[in-house]
Protein backbone atom coordinates (compact mmCIF):
# COMPACT_ATOMS: atom_id res chain seq x y z
CA UNK A 1 0.00 0.00 0.00
CA UNK A 2 2.86 2.09 0.99
CA UNK A 3 4.05 1.82 -2.29
CA UNK A 4 1.44 2.72 -4.22
CA UNK A 5 0.88 5.77 -1.73
CA UNK A 6 3.90 7.17 -2.21
CA UNK A 7 4.05 6.80 -5.85
CA UNK A 8 0.97 8.46 -6.62
CA UNK A 9 1.99 11.03 -3.95
CA UNK A 10 5.14 11.50 -5.93
CA UNK A 11 3.71 11.67 -9.46
CA UNK A 12 0.55 13.08 -9.03
CA UNK A 13 0.74 15.39 -5.87
CA UNK A 14 3.86 16.84 -5.61
CA UNK A 15 4.14 18.14 -8.77
CA UNK A 16 1.35 20.37 -8.14
CA UNK A 17 1.50 21.06 -4.20
CA UNK A 18 3.43 24.14 -4.53
CA UNK A 19 0.63 25.94 -7.47
CA UNK A 20 -2.49 24.78 -5.67
CA UNK A 21 -1.14 26.87 -2.28
CA UNK A 22 -0.26 29.67 -4.53
CA UNK A 23 -3.44 29.73 -6.25
CA UNK A 24 -5.75 28.56 -3.15
CA UNK A 25 -6.89 26.17 -5.71
CA UNK A 26 -8.65 23.17 -4.67
CA UNK A 27 -7.36 19.77 -6.57
CA UNK A 28 -10.16 18.39 -8.48
CA UNK A 29 -8.16 16.79 -10.09
CA UNK A 30 -6.21 15.12 -7.64
CA UNK A 31 -9.81 13.69 -6.39
CA UNK A 32 -10.16 12.50 -9.43
CA UNK A 33 -6.74 10.33 -10.11
CA UNK A 34 -7.55 9.11 -6.20
CA UNK A 35 -10.76 7.74 -7.10
CA UNK A 36 -9.63 5.91 -10.24
CA UNK A 37 -7.26 3.51 -8.13
CA UNK A 38 -9.81 2.99 -4.86
CA UNK A 39 -8.08 5.96 -2.98
CA UNK A 40 -11.75 7.09 -1.55
CA UNK A 41 -13.07 4.42 0.34
CA UNK A 42 -9.92 2.65 1.54
CA UNK A 43 -10.74 1.01 4.77
CA UNK A 44 -14.25 0.12 3.73
CA UNK A 45 -15.72 -3.19 2.65
CA UNK A 46 -16.68 -3.21 -1.32
CA UNK A 47 -20.48 -3.66 -1.09
CA UNK A 48 -20.15 -0.28 0.62
CA UNK A 49 -17.96 0.52 -2.59
CA UNK A 50 -14.94 0.50 -0.53
CA UNK A 51 -11.12 -1.04 -1.23
CA UNK A 52 -11.67 -3.50 1.34
CA UNK A 53 -8.75 -1.75 3.10
CA UNK A 54 -7.91 -1.53 6.80
CA UNK A 55 -7.31 1.71 8.73
CA UNK A 56 -4.03 1.78 8.83
CA UNK A 57 -3.73 1.60 5.02
CA UNK A 58 -5.97 4.42 4.60
CA UNK A 59 -3.58 6.14 7.41
CA UNK A 60 -0.43 5.32 5.46
CA UNK A 61 -2.66 7.20 2.30
CA UNK A 62 -2.80 10.20 4.22
CA UNK A 63 0.75 10.08 5.46
CA UNK A 64 2.36 10.00 2.24
CA UNK A 65 0.19 12.36 0.62
CA UNK A 66 1.02 14.93 3.78
CA UNK A 67 4.92 14.29 3.35
CA UNK A 68 4.60 16.19 -0.28
CA UNK A 69 0.93 18.19 0.34
CA UNK A 70 -0.73 18.87 3.56
CA UNK A 71 -3.84 20.17 1.26
CA UNK A 72 -4.45 16.55 -0.59
CA UNK A 73 -3.74 14.78 2.29
CA UNK A 74 -6.31 16.53 4.31
CA UNK A 75 -9.20 16.52 1.90
CA UNK A 76 -8.71 12.60 1.71
CA UNK A 77 -9.21 12.51 5.89
CA UNK A 78 -11.90 14.88 5.86
CA UNK A 79 -13.66 12.36 3.30
CA UNK A 80 -12.98 8.90 4.66
CA UNK A 81 -13.40 10.07 8.52
CA UNK A 82 -15.28 12.70 8.65
CA UNK A 83 -17.60 11.97 5.58
CA UNK A 84 -17.96 8.86 5.03
CA UNK A 85 -16.81 6.89 8.36
CA UNK A 86 -20.21 8.16 10.31
CA UNK A 87 -22.49 6.91 8.03
CA UNK A 88 -20.42 4.08 7.57
CA UNK A 89 -20.88 3.47 11.46
CA UNK A 90 -24.07 4.73 12.17
CA UNK A 91 -26.11 4.52 9.23
CA UNK A 92 -28.74 2.39 8.39
CA UNK A 93 -28.55 -0.10 5.29
CA UNK A 94 -30.67 1.93 2.98
CA UNK A 95 -28.72 5.22 4.21
CA UNK A 96 -25.12 3.07 3.55
CA UNK A 97 -26.64 1.95 0.24
CA UNK A 98 -27.65 5.74 -0.86
CA UNK A 99 -24.69 7.93 0.76
CA UNK A 100 -22.03 5.73 1.48
CA UNK A 101 -21.55 3.66 -1.40
CA UNK A 102 -21.12 6.71 -3.81
CA UNK A 103 -18.83 8.69 -0.91
CA UNK A 104 -16.85 5.32 -0.89
CA UNK A 105 -16.22 4.64 -4.61
CA UNK A 106 -15.16 8.20 -4.89
CA UNK A 107 -18.05 9.76 -7.10
CA UNK A 108 -18.80 11.88 -4.23
CA UNK A 109 -17.26 13.72 -1.44
CA UNK A 110 -17.96 14.13 1.89
CA UNK A 111 -17.59 16.87 4.99
CA UNK A 112 -18.44 17.38 8.17
CA UNK A 113 -20.27 20.25 9.84
CA UNK A 114 -20.65 20.52 13.67
CA UNK A 115 -18.26 23.91 14.07
CA UNK A 116 -20.06 26.86 14.76
CA UNK A 117 -19.19 30.78 15.31
CA UNK A 118 -20.17 29.79 18.74
CA UNK A 119 -19.60 26.30 19.01
CA UNK A 120 -15.91 25.13 18.36
CA UNK A 121 -14.02 23.24 21.14
CA UNK A 122 -17.49 23.61 23.14
CA UNK A 123 -19.62 21.92 20.59
CA UNK A 124 -22.71 21.59 22.75
CA UNK A 125 -23.48 25.22 22.07
CA UNK A 126 -24.98 24.14 18.37
CA UNK A 127 -27.10 26.91 17.29
CA UNK A 128 -28.15 25.23 14.47
CA UNK A 129 -31.64 23.48 15.15
CA UNK A 130 -34.06 21.00 13.25
CA UNK A 131 -37.99 20.81 14.10
CA UNK A 132 -39.62 17.70 13.17
CA UNK A 133 -42.28 18.86 10.97
CA UNK A 134 -43.80 15.90 9.21
CA UNK A 135 -41.81 13.52 7.17
CA UNK A 136 -38.69 16.16 7.34
CA UNK A 137 -36.48 18.38 10.04
CA UNK A 138 -36.61 21.58 9.16
CA UNK A 139 -32.88 23.41 9.36
CA UNK A 140 -31.55 26.76 10.44
CA UNK A 141 -28.40 27.66 11.36
CA UNK A 142 -24.56 27.69 9.80
CA UNK A 143 -21.61 26.63 10.06
CA UNK A 144 -18.32 27.46 9.99
CA UNK A 145 -14.89 26.30 8.87
CA UNK A 146 -15.67 23.32 7.32
CA UNK A 147 -13.20 21.49 5.25
CA UNK A 148 -14.23 20.04 1.63
CA UNK A 149 -17.13 22.40 2.15
CA UNK A 150 -17.22 23.90 -1.28
CA UNK A 151 -16.46 21.10 -3.05
CA UNK A 152 -18.20 17.83 -1.14
CA UNK A 153 -21.87 16.24 -2.40
CA UNK A 154 -22.88 14.83 1.26
CA UNK A 155 -22.42 16.60 4.51
CA UNK A 156 -22.83 15.39 7.65
CA UNK A 157 -24.64 18.06 9.80
CA UNK A 158 -25.25 18.20 13.59
CA UNK A 159 -28.46 20.03 14.70
CA UNK A 160 -30.44 20.75 17.99
CA UNK A 161 -33.65 18.65 17.94
CA UNK A 162 -33.89 19.49 21.44
CA UNK A 163 -32.38 22.17 23.29
CA UNK A 164 -33.92 21.42 26.76
CA UNK A 165 -31.64 18.56 26.62
CA UNK A 166 -28.25 19.80 26.11
CA UNK A 167 -25.99 17.26 24.47
CA UNK A 168 -28.06 14.92 24.31
CA UNK A 169 -30.49 17.52 22.28
CA UNK A 170 -27.87 17.16 19.61
CA UNK A 171 -28.97 14.72 16.18
CA UNK A 172 -27.16 13.88 13.14
CA UNK A 173 -28.22 14.75 9.76
CA UNK A 174 -27.18 13.85 5.76
CA UNK A 175 -27.50 16.92 3.68
CA UNK A 176 -26.84 16.65 0.08
CA UNK A 177 -25.66 19.27 -2.10
CA UNK A 178 -28.30 21.70 -3.50
CA UNK A 179 -31.36 21.16 -1.13
CA UNK A 180 -33.44 24.00 -1.04
CA UNK A 181 -31.84 26.63 1.74
CA UNK A 182 -28.64 24.70 1.62
CA UNK A 183 -25.87 27.23 0.52
CA UNK A 184 -22.17 27.43 0.71
CA UNK A 185 -21.05 31.05 2.48
CA UNK A 186 -17.92 32.66 2.77
CA UNK A 187 -14.59 30.66 2.23
CA UNK A 188 -11.93 31.24 4.57
CA UNK A 189 -8.52 32.47 3.43
CA UNK A 190 -6.23 30.74 5.78
CA UNK A 191 -2.13 30.58 6.83
CA UNK A 192 -1.33 27.09 5.68
CA UNK A 193 -3.32 24.13 3.34
CA UNK A 194 -4.53 26.73 1.52
CA UNK A 195 -5.21 24.05 -1.52
CA UNK A 196 -8.15 22.82 1.14
CA UNK A 197 -11.39 24.73 0.63
CA UNK A 198 -12.70 25.82 4.20
CA UNK A 199 -16.23 27.49 3.89
CA UNK A 200 -18.95 28.51 5.96
CA UNK A 201 -21.93 25.97 5.52
CA UNK A 202 -25.49 28.17 5.60
CA UNK A 203 -28.76 26.52 6.39
CA UNK A 204 -31.83 28.44 5.55
CA UNK A 205 -35.15 26.04 6.12
CA UNK A 206 -33.57 23.25 4.63
CA UNK A 207 -36.11 20.65 4.42
CA UNK A 208 -34.51 17.12 5.24
CA UNK A 209 -36.16 14.22 5.08
CA UNK A 210 -36.67 12.34 8.24
CA UNK A 211 -34.57 8.90 6.65
CA UNK A 212 -31.60 11.44 6.40
CA UNK A 213 -31.67 11.19 10.31
CA UNK A 214 -28.40 9.85 10.85
CA UNK A 215 -28.69 7.37 14.39
CA UNK A 216 -31.39 7.82 16.75
CA UNK A 217 -32.63 11.46 17.69
CA UNK A 218 -29.97 12.88 20.46
CA UNK A 219 -27.41 10.95 19.81
CA UNK A 220 -25.85 13.57 17.87
CA UNK A 221 -22.98 14.70 20.18
CA UNK A 222 -22.20 11.32 20.41
CA UNK A 223 -21.76 10.31 17.08
CA UNK A 224 -19.83 13.70 16.67
CA UNK A 225 -17.03 12.63 19.46
CA UNK A 226 -16.75 9.55 18.37
CA UNK A 227 -16.31 10.51 14.43
CA UNK A 228 -13.89 12.88 15.87
CA UNK A 229 -11.78 9.78 17.71
CA UNK A 230 -11.45 8.57 13.99
CA UNK A 231 -10.78 11.75 12.46
CA UNK A 232 -8.24 12.19 14.82
CA UNK A 233 -6.28 9.28 13.79
CA UNK A 234 -6.29 10.94 10.24
CA UNK A 235 -4.76 14.39 10.87
CA UNK A 236 -1.86 12.79 13.18
CA UNK A 237 -0.95 11.05 10.26
CA UNK A 238 -1.05 14.33 8.16
CA UNK A 239 0.97 15.84 10.75
CA UNK A 240 2.86 12.92 10.85
CA UNK A 241 3.44 13.42 7.22
CA UNK A 242 4.15 16.83 6.85
CA UNK A 243 6.96 16.23 9.46
CA UNK A 244 8.61 13.55 7.58
CA UNK A 245 8.23 15.48 4.19
CA UNK A 246 9.85 18.51 5.78
CA UNK A 247 13.15 16.48 7.04
CA UNK A 248 13.28 14.72 4.03
CA UNK A 249 13.56 18.04 1.92
CA UNK A 250 15.72 19.50 5.04
CA UNK A 251 18.39 16.04 4.97
CA UNK A 252 18.25 16.68 0.81
CA UNK A 253 19.53 20.13 1.32
CA UNK A 254 21.72 19.78 4.15
CA UNK A 255 23.99 17.28 2.18
CA UNK A 256 24.09 20.06 -0.97
CA UNK A 257 24.42 23.21 0.80
CA UNK A 258 27.64 24.14 1.35
CA UNK A 259 29.09 26.47 3.80
CA UNK A 260 32.77 26.70 5.00
CA UNK A 261 33.79 24.51 2.49
CA UNK A 262 32.00 21.50 3.57
CA UNK A 263 28.44 20.47 3.10
CA UNK A 264 26.12 21.63 6.43
CA UNK A 265 25.48 18.12 7.04
CA UNK A 266 28.73 17.77 8.03
CA UNK A 267 28.16 20.19 11.12
CA UNK A 268 27.37 18.49 14.58
CA UNK A 269 24.56 20.96 14.95
CA UNK A 270 23.01 19.69 11.38
CA UNK A 271 23.51 16.02 12.58
CA UNK A 272 21.90 16.53 16.04
CA UNK A 273 18.94 17.99 14.84
CA UNK A 274 18.19 15.48 12.48
CA UNK A 275 18.80 12.91 14.37
CA UNK A 276 15.81 14.42 17.38
CA UNK A 277 13.17 15.08 14.80
CA UNK A 278 13.85 11.84 13.11
CA UNK A 279 13.50 9.81 16.42
CA UNK A 280 10.89 12.01 17.36
CA UNK A 281 9.17 11.52 13.95
CA UNK A 282 9.29 7.97 14.25
CA UNK A 283 7.86 8.20 18.06
CA UNK A 284 4.79 10.08 16.49
CA UNK A 285 4.53 7.20 13.90
CA UNK A 286 4.24 4.57 16.39
CA UNK A 287 1.40 6.63 17.95
CA UNK A 288 -0.28 7.00 15.01
CA UNK A 289 -0.17 3.63 13.96
CA UNK A 290 -1.05 1.90 17.14
CA UNK A 291 -3.80 4.28 17.36
CA UNK A 292 -5.08 3.09 14.03
CA UNK A 293 -4.37 -0.36 14.60
CA UNK A 294 -6.72 -0.23 18.05
CA UNK A 295 -9.13 0.70 15.32
CA UNK A 296 -8.80 -1.99 12.96
CA UNK A 297 -9.09 -4.44 15.65
CA UNK A 298 -12.07 -3.31 16.99
CA UNK A 299 -10.18 -2.07 20.15
CA UNK A 300 -10.94 0.99 22.56
CA UNK A 301 -8.84 3.94 20.65
CA UNK A 302 -10.23 7.58 21.83
CA UNK A 303 -7.15 8.02 23.91
CA UNK A 304 -4.40 6.86 21.91
CA UNK A 305 -6.20 8.88 19.03
CA UNK A 306 -5.54 11.99 21.37
CA UNK A 307 -2.30 11.04 22.36
CA UNK A 308 -0.99 10.32 18.69
CA UNK A 309 -2.50 13.85 17.55
CA UNK A 310 -0.73 16.07 20.16
CA UNK A 311 2.59 14.49 19.49
CA UNK A 312 2.53 14.33 15.96
CA UNK A 313 1.38 18.10 15.77
CA UNK A 314 3.61 19.16 17.91
CA UNK A 315 6.11 17.24 16.04
CA UNK A 316 5.42 18.20 12.62
CA UNK A 317 5.62 22.34 14.10
CA UNK A 318 9.09 21.48 15.76
CA UNK A 319 10.14 19.84 12.85
CA UNK A 320 9.22 22.38 10.08
CA UNK A 321 10.50 25.04 12.22
CA UNK A 322 14.10 23.75 12.37
CA UNK A 323 13.93 22.64 8.76
CA UNK A 324 13.63 26.48 7.78
CA UNK A 325 16.27 26.44 10.31
CA UNK A 326 18.65 24.42 8.70
CA UNK A 327 17.64 26.28 5.35
CA UNK A 328 18.27 29.62 6.27
CA UNK A 329 17.32 32.30 4.39
CA UNK A 330 16.23 29.43 1.47
CA UNK A 331 13.72 28.06 3.86
CA UNK A 332 12.01 31.01 4.29
CA UNK A 333 11.25 31.46 0.68
CA UNK A 334 8.85 30.25 -1.13
CA UNK A 335 11.60 28.79 -3.67
CA UNK A 336 11.53 25.81 -1.44
CA UNK A 337 8.51 23.80 0.14
CA UNK A 338 9.66 23.68 3.82
CA UNK A 339 8.03 27.24 4.04
CA UNK A 340 4.28 26.12 3.32
CA UNK A 341 5.17 22.26 4.85
CA UNK A 342 5.73 25.28 7.79
CA UNK A 343 2.19 27.28 7.58
CA UNK A 344 0.61 23.71 7.04
CA UNK A 345 1.80 22.04 9.89
CA UNK A 346 0.24 24.51 12.00
CA UNK A 347 -3.35 23.48 11.65
CA UNK A 348 -2.81 20.07 13.11
CA UNK A 349 -2.50 21.31 16.43
CA UNK A 350 -5.71 23.22 16.12
CA UNK A 351 -8.68 21.21 13.82
CA UNK A 352 -10.16 18.27 14.81
CA UNK A 353 -9.87 19.62 18.44
CA UNK A 354 -6.79 21.10 19.44
CA UNK A 355 -3.88 20.38 21.47
CA UNK A 356 -5.65 21.15 24.51
CA UNK A 357 -8.70 19.27 23.71
CA UNK A 358 -6.45 16.33 23.32
CA UNK A 359 -4.87 17.17 26.49
CA UNK A 360 -8.92 16.85 28.01
CA UNK A 361 -8.84 13.91 26.00
CA UNK A 362 -6.44 12.61 27.84
CA UNK A 363 -6.04 13.68 31.08
CA UNK A 364 -9.54 12.29 31.80
CA UNK A 365 -8.83 8.79 30.70
CA UNK A 366 -5.76 8.61 32.93
CA UNK A 367 -7.73 10.88 35.88
CA UNK A 368 -10.86 8.66 35.92
CA UNK B 1 -8.23 -14.31 -25.36
CA UNK B 2 -4.90 -15.70 -23.34
CA UNK B 3 -1.75 -13.09 -23.22
CA UNK B 4 1.17 -14.26 -21.37
CA UNK B 5 3.27 -11.68 -19.97
CA UNK B 6 6.99 -12.50 -19.50
CA UNK B 7 8.44 -10.02 -16.75
CA UNK B 8 11.40 -10.03 -14.81
CA UNK B 9 11.89 -8.36 -11.18
CA UNK B 10 15.27 -6.69 -11.62
CA UNK B 11 17.77 -4.89 -9.27
CA UNK B 12 16.84 -0.37 -9.48
CA UNK B 13 19.72 -0.35 -11.25
CA UNK B 14 19.33 3.81 -10.78
CA UNK B 15 20.82 2.86 -7.22
CA UNK B 16 23.35 0.47 -8.42
CA UNK B 17 27.08 0.01 -7.70
CA UNK B 18 29.65 -2.06 -8.93
CA UNK B 19 32.45 -3.76 -6.28
CA UNK B 20 35.51 -1.71 -7.77
CA UNK B 21 37.82 -5.12 -6.09
CA UNK B 22 35.54 -7.59 -8.03
CA UNK B 23 33.90 -6.21 -10.69
CA UNK B 24 30.42 -7.50 -9.90
CA UNK B 25 27.27 -5.73 -9.32
CA UNK B 26 26.52 -5.07 -5.43
CA UNK B 27 22.92 -6.58 -4.98
CA UNK B 28 22.42 -6.40 -1.23
CA UNK B 29 20.83 -2.96 -0.33
CA UNK B 30 19.58 -2.57 -3.05
CA UNK B 31 15.73 -2.53 -3.84
CA UNK B 32 14.28 -4.60 -6.60
CA UNK B 33 11.35 -3.45 -8.94
CA UNK B 34 10.03 -4.68 -11.95
CA UNK B 35 11.52 -4.21 -15.37
CA UNK B 36 10.52 -0.90 -16.91
CA UNK B 37 10.27 -2.65 -20.84
CA UNK B 38 7.96 -5.51 -18.80
CA UNK B 39 6.08 -3.65 -17.35
CA UNK B 40 4.59 -1.75 -20.33
CA UNK B 41 3.79 -5.29 -21.93
CA UNK B 42 1.43 -5.65 -18.61
CA UNK B 43 0.08 -1.94 -19.81
CA UNK B 44 -0.45 -3.15 -23.25
CA UNK B 45 -1.92 -6.64 -22.07
CA UNK B 46 -3.95 -5.01 -19.32
CA UNK B 47 -5.60 -2.42 -22.27
CA UNK B 48 -6.47 -5.38 -24.31
CA UNK B 49 -8.13 -6.94 -21.76
CA UNK B 50 -9.57 -3.48 -21.10
CA UNK B 51 -10.76 -3.28 -24.55
CA UNK B 52 -11.59 -6.86 -26.03
CA UNK B 53 -11.67 -9.12 -22.31
CA UNK B 54 -8.53 -11.67 -22.04
CA UNK B 55 -6.98 -13.66 -19.40
CA UNK B 56 -3.49 -12.03 -18.43
CA UNK B 57 -0.93 -14.75 -17.28
CA UNK B 58 2.31 -12.71 -15.67
CA UNK B 59 4.91 -15.15 -15.56
CA UNK B 60 8.53 -14.89 -14.36
CA UNK B 61 11.33 -16.71 -13.75
CA UNK B 62 14.02 -15.84 -10.38
CA UNK B 63 13.62 -16.92 -6.53
CA UNK B 64 10.79 -17.27 -4.63
CA UNK B 65 10.66 -13.46 -3.59
CA UNK B 66 9.40 -12.82 -7.10
CA UNK B 67 6.31 -13.42 -5.26
CA UNK B 68 6.09 -9.86 -4.12
CA UNK B 69 6.12 -8.42 -7.66
CA UNK B 70 3.36 -10.85 -8.60
CA UNK B 71 1.08 -9.67 -5.79
CA UNK B 72 1.85 -6.14 -7.45
CA UNK B 73 1.09 -7.39 -10.61
CA UNK B 74 -2.50 -8.94 -9.54
CA UNK B 75 -2.73 -4.98 -7.78
CA UNK B 76 -3.00 -3.96 -11.13
CA UNK B 77 -5.50 -6.42 -12.60
CA UNK B 78 -3.08 -9.67 -13.64
CA UNK B 79 -5.64 -12.26 -13.54
CA UNK B 80 -2.73 -15.64 -13.10
CA UNK B 81 0.65 -15.03 -12.13
CA UNK B 82 3.34 -18.59 -12.07
CA UNK B 83 6.80 -18.13 -10.87
CA UNK B 84 9.42 -20.47 -12.02
CA UNK B 85 11.70 -21.15 -9.47
CA UNK B 86 14.29 -23.85 -8.39
CA UNK B 87 17.60 -23.82 -7.66
CA UNK B 88 18.26 -25.64 -10.95
CA UNK B 89 16.99 -22.85 -13.10
CA UNK B 90 19.59 -20.11 -10.99
CA UNK B 91 22.19 -18.75 -12.84
CA UNK B 92 20.86 -19.07 -16.23
CA UNK B 93 21.83 -16.89 -19.02
CA UNK B 94 19.60 -15.62 -22.09
CA UNK B 95 19.69 -19.33 -24.00
CA UNK B 96 19.20 -21.52 -20.34
CA UNK B 97 16.38 -19.14 -19.74
CA UNK B 98 14.24 -19.21 -22.62
CA UNK B 99 14.93 -22.77 -22.83
CA UNK B 100 12.54 -22.86 -19.36
CA UNK B 101 10.12 -20.27 -19.82
CA UNK B 102 9.32 -22.08 -23.69
CA UNK B 103 8.89 -25.76 -21.48
CA UNK B 104 6.51 -23.88 -19.02
CA UNK B 105 4.83 -22.23 -21.92
CA UNK B 106 4.08 -25.36 -24.52
CA UNK B 107 2.18 -26.77 -21.30
CA UNK B 108 -0.44 -23.52 -21.32
CA UNK B 109 -3.03 -22.07 -23.65
CA UNK B 110 -2.13 -18.28 -25.47
CA UNK B 111 -3.05 -16.11 -28.25
CA UNK B 112 -0.19 -13.70 -27.36
CA UNK B 113 2.97 -13.41 -26.07
CA UNK B 114 4.46 -10.27 -24.78
CA UNK B 115 7.36 -9.71 -23.24
CA UNK B 116 9.84 -6.55 -22.19
CA UNK B 117 12.69 -5.24 -25.00
CA UNK B 118 14.99 -6.49 -22.46
CA UNK B 119 15.91 -6.16 -19.28
CA UNK B 120 17.66 -3.18 -17.06
CA UNK B 121 19.89 -5.40 -15.43
CA UNK B 122 21.37 -7.30 -18.56
CA UNK B 123 20.32 -4.72 -21.77
CA UNK B 124 20.51 -8.18 -23.78
CA UNK B 125 17.08 -8.18 -25.27
CA UNK B 126 17.48 -11.84 -25.54
CA UNK B 127 15.14 -13.61 -23.68
CA UNK B 128 12.08 -12.65 -25.98
CA UNK B 129 13.57 -13.97 -29.39
CA UNK B 130 15.03 -16.87 -28.03
CA UNK B 131 11.79 -17.29 -26.53
CA UNK B 132 9.94 -17.30 -29.59
CA UNK B 133 11.91 -19.46 -31.58
CA UNK B 134 12.30 -22.16 -29.55
CA UNK B 135 8.52 -22.20 -29.74
CA UNK B 136 8.39 -22.01 -33.26
CA UNK B 137 6.46 -18.36 -32.97
CA UNK B 138 6.61 -15.59 -35.22
CA UNK B 139 8.53 -12.62 -33.50
CA UNK B 140 7.98 -8.94 -33.44
CA UNK B 141 10.56 -7.03 -31.67
CA UNK B 142 10.40 -3.10 -30.62
CA UNK B 143 7.10 -2.95 -30.03
CA UNK B 144 6.04 0.86 -29.62
CA UNK B 145 2.06 0.49 -30.49
CA UNK B 146 -0.40 -2.36 -31.05
CA UNK B 147 -2.60 -1.07 -33.64
CA UNK B 148 -4.79 -3.90 -33.53
CA UNK B 149 -5.68 -6.99 -32.95
CA UNK B 150 -8.23 -8.61 -34.87
CA UNK B 151 -9.02 -11.76 -37.27
CA UNK B 152 -6.30 -13.54 -35.95
CA UNK B 153 -3.79 -11.37 -36.40
CA UNK B 154 -1.75 -8.22 -34.45
CA UNK B 155 -0.91 -5.38 -36.20
CA UNK B 156 1.62 -3.26 -34.17
CA UNK B 157 3.73 -0.27 -35.01
CA UNK B 158 7.61 -1.30 -34.68
CA UNK B 159 10.27 0.97 -33.48
CA UNK B 160 13.45 1.15 -35.69
CA UNK B 161 16.61 3.38 -35.39
CA UNK B 162 15.00 6.59 -36.57
CA UNK B 163 11.63 5.04 -38.45
CA UNK B 164 8.92 2.99 -37.74
CA UNK B 165 7.33 0.26 -39.63
CA UNK B 166 3.84 -1.24 -39.38
CA UNK B 167 4.48 -4.96 -38.93
CA UNK B 168 1.19 -7.72 -39.28
CA UNK B 169 1.87 -11.08 -37.48
CA UNK B 170 -0.79 -14.35 -37.14
CA UNK B 171 -1.54 -14.92 -33.99
CA UNK B 172 -0.18 -16.41 -31.69
CA UNK B 173 2.81 -14.64 -31.37
CA UNK B 174 5.71 -13.25 -29.34
CA UNK B 175 5.97 -9.50 -29.34
CA UNK B 176 9.13 -7.53 -27.74
CA UNK B 177 7.35 -4.20 -26.22
CA UNK B 178 8.89 -0.76 -25.32
CA UNK B 179 8.64 1.29 -22.18
CA UNK B 180 7.48 3.96 -24.64
CA UNK B 181 4.84 1.81 -25.79
CA UNK B 182 2.08 2.18 -22.27
CA UNK B 183 3.19 4.19 -18.99
CA UNK B 184 1.67 1.42 -16.56
CA UNK B 185 -0.85 2.05 -14.50
CA UNK B 186 -1.18 2.39 -10.77
CA UNK B 187 -1.59 -1.06 -8.68
CA UNK B 188 -5.77 -0.60 -7.47
CA UNK B 189 -6.02 -0.23 -3.52
CA UNK B 190 -8.70 -3.12 -3.39
CA UNK B 191 -6.45 -5.10 -5.61
CA UNK B 192 -3.40 -4.99 -2.99
CA UNK B 193 -5.90 -5.53 -0.18
CA UNK B 194 -6.79 -8.87 -2.18
CA UNK B 195 -3.62 -9.24 -3.65
CA UNK B 196 -2.13 -11.23 -0.30
CA UNK B 197 -5.19 -13.76 -0.88
CA UNK B 198 -4.58 -14.74 -4.56
CA UNK B 199 -2.75 -17.72 -5.67
CA UNK B 200 0.66 -17.55 -6.98
CA UNK B 201 1.29 -20.79 -8.86
CA UNK B 202 5.04 -22.01 -7.78
CA UNK B 203 6.54 -24.21 -10.69
CA UNK B 204 9.71 -26.06 -10.02
CA UNK B 205 11.97 -28.10 -12.26
CA UNK B 206 9.74 -31.41 -11.67
CA UNK B 207 6.62 -29.25 -13.05
CA UNK B 208 8.01 -28.66 -16.51
CA UNK B 209 9.21 -31.24 -18.81
CA UNK B 210 12.82 -30.10 -19.54
CA UNK B 211 16.54 -31.43 -19.75
CA UNK B 212 18.53 -31.02 -17.08
CA UNK B 213 21.75 -30.39 -19.04
CA UNK B 214 19.64 -27.03 -20.85
CA UNK B 215 18.88 -24.70 -17.74
CA UNK B 216 20.43 -22.67 -14.87
CA UNK B 217 24.36 -22.11 -14.89
CA UNK B 218 25.32 -25.56 -16.05
CA UNK B 219 23.48 -25.34 -19.42
CA UNK B 220 24.41 -21.56 -19.88
CA UNK B 221 27.09 -21.26 -22.62
CA UNK B 222 27.52 -17.65 -21.21
CA UNK B 223 30.31 -17.33 -19.18
CA UNK B 224 30.75 -14.16 -17.68
CA UNK B 225 34.51 -13.24 -17.49
CA UNK B 226 34.31 -9.89 -15.97
CA UNK B 227 32.18 -6.61 -15.22
CA UNK B 228 33.55 -3.40 -15.36
CA UNK B 229 32.34 -0.02 -16.66
CA UNK B 230 33.94 0.87 -20.37
CA UNK B 231 36.58 3.38 -19.61
CA UNK B 232 36.37 6.21 -22.15
CA UNK B 233 39.98 7.43 -23.68
CA UNK B 234 40.28 10.67 -25.31
CA UNK B 235 42.90 10.05 -28.04
CA UNK B 236 41.21 9.21 -30.92
CA UNK B 237 41.96 9.66 -34.28
CA UNK B 238 39.81 12.01 -36.55
CA UNK B 239 40.17 10.75 -40.58
CA UNK B 240 38.73 13.31 -43.01
CA UNK B 241 37.64 11.09 -46.11
CA UNK B 242 35.14 10.36 -48.69
CA UNK B 243 32.17 8.40 -48.35
CA UNK B 244 33.82 4.75 -50.06
CA UNK B 245 37.29 5.67 -48.21
CA UNK B 246 35.76 5.90 -44.99
CA UNK B 247 33.53 2.77 -45.15
CA UNK B 248 36.71 0.58 -45.97
CA UNK B 249 38.74 2.14 -42.86
CA UNK B 250 36.24 1.68 -40.43
CA UNK B 251 35.94 -1.76 -42.22
CA UNK B 252 39.85 -2.36 -42.05
CA UNK B 253 39.92 -1.17 -38.41
CA UNK B 254 37.00 -4.20 -37.19
CA UNK B 255 39.27 -6.43 -38.79
CA UNK B 256 42.23 -5.22 -37.17
CA UNK B 257 40.63 -5.27 -33.82
CA UNK B 258 38.68 -8.91 -34.70
CA UNK B 259 35.33 -7.47 -34.33
CA UNK B 260 34.72 -9.34 -37.22
CA UNK B 261 36.45 -11.56 -39.58
CA UNK B 262 38.03 -11.10 -42.96
Known sequence: ?368 | MNILVLLKQVPDTTEMKIDKETGTLIRAGVPTITNPDDLAGLEAALRLKDSMGAKVTCITMGPPQAKNMMRELYAMGADEAIVLSDMKFSGADTWATSNTLAALIRTLEFDLIIAGRQAIDGDTAQVGPQTAEKLGLPQITYVDDIIAVKEGKIIVKKALESTYEIVEAPLPCVITTLSTLASPRYMHVKGISHAFERDIKIMTFDDIQIDQSIIGLKGSPTKVKKTFTKEVHKNSDILHLDGKAAARKVFDIMVDFKFIGK
Not at chain 1, 109 to 131: H, K
Not at chain 1, 144 to 172: E, H, L, P, W
Not at chain 1, 264 to 274: C, L
Open chain 1, 1 to 368: MRKLFREFSEKEVKPIAADIDEEERFPVETVEKMKAIGMMGIPFESRYGGSDGDNLSYILAVEELSKVCGTTGVILSAHTSLGCNPIYTYGNEEQKEKYLVPLARGEKLGAFGLTEPNAGTDAAMQQTVAIREGDYYRINGSKIFITNGGYADTYIVFAMTDKSKGNRGISAFILEKGMDGFSIGKTEHKLGIKGSSTTELIFKDVMVPKENLLGAEGKGFMIAMSTLDGGRIGIAAQALGIAQGSLDETIKYVKERKQFGKPIAAFQNTQFTIADLQTKIDAARLLVYRAAYLKDTNQSYSTEAAMAKLFASEVAMETTTKAIQLHGGYGYTRDYPVERMFRDAKITEIYEGTSEVQKMVIASKILR
